[in-house]
Each structure stands twice: as structure tokens, then as C-alpha cells.
């Protein structure tokens, strides 16, 4: 056989498989023309509830940094009460929430005042989201008996709110600006 045959006859088995994998797909058969007078039965798909979540941040009030592995309480308006855990990063997720419902994050940490944020009606299909600042509980700091500082010593941080209810830190001052504290003691 010469090569011009075999070619010839390669391409004529290429160009019948070809043709077979074609009519082998073949396409599907289009529906005739629709009765215009024919009732056609439509079927409602019953509404779904659609569904919302919070994603939030929990916060040092004071130092402003994020609270990790802290347990994070979700309870929705029926009193049912979801539970989960700040990421390494102090990042908490409640998914699946109806949407629409008010919900009260709580949160109750040791050192800290007790948390409750109420959260707004989410819309439907997205997610809220909130940061939480807890507050440091302040301990005070007793001074060893005697007769209190020295001229030149160095004071001992603390917090102290002030008579419009805002919290100051003493740390949050020094080497910026002076201080100076005065205590009002009332009547004599």
C-alpha cells in the first residue's frame, strides 16, 4: 500500500467516526408548539425562612486588645441560649439565626463586668456585625502601710472614673502630660 492509500483510507475512517460520535450525541428532541388553552399546572415552592448570622470582636476596654478562647452566649427572643468560643484572633460567629429576631450577646469573663449587648433585627441572608468592649474590673491596689509615697516615687497604676462616668488609667497619661488628683471629701 502507498502512503497516499493509507492516508486516504485514514481519513475516511476519521471522517466515519467522526460522524458516528455526532449523530451518537444527536440533540434532543425540541418540544412541539404549546396549547395556548391547555391548563398547565404551576407548583409553588412553599417560602423559605431566610436566615441571618453576627459575627463580632471581643475587646479590652482598657488595653484594646482581643480576647481569645473566651465563651461567648447567644439567647434569641424563645430563650434558647447558643454557645461558642473567641478565635486566637477574639473573633465569635452565631450562623443560622431567623431573621428579623432580636438576640442578646452576653458575655461573663473573670476580671471583667458582665456584657449584654441586645442586637438590633438582622436582615435576612447577611450578617451583623458588632464589637464588644469589656470592661476591666478594677481591684484596688492597697498600699503597704505607712506613710503612703515619697516625694519621688513612682505611682502605682490605677483607674479612676470621673464625675461624668468616663474611666481613666493612669498609664493612659504618663510620660504625655501632667497629672494632678484631687479627692473631694465632702463636709468637714
Known sequence: ??????????????????????????????????????????????????????????????????????RVKLVDSQGEVRETSTTRAGVFEFENLAAGEKVTVLVELDGYEKHESVVTPIAGEETTKITVNLVPIIKDDALPPGDGLRVGTKAPDFNLVDGNGKRHSLANYAGKQRVVLLFDRGAW
Do not use: H, Y
Open 1 to 70: 500500500m502507498t502512503n497516499q492509500r493509507i492516508r486516504s483510507t485514514f481519513v475516511a475512517l476519521l471522517s466515519t467516526s467522526l460522524l458516528l460520535v455526532v449523530i451518537g450525541c444527536g440533540e434532543e428532541e425540541t418540544p412541539g408548539p404549546i396549547d395556548p388553552v391547555a391548563p398547565v399546572d404551576i407548583v409553588e415552592k412553599p417560602p423559605t425562612d431566610s436566615t441571618a448570622g453576627i459575627r463580632g470582636l471581643l475587646v479590652d476596654q482598657a488595653t484594646k486588645q482581643t480576647l481569645r478562647d473566651t
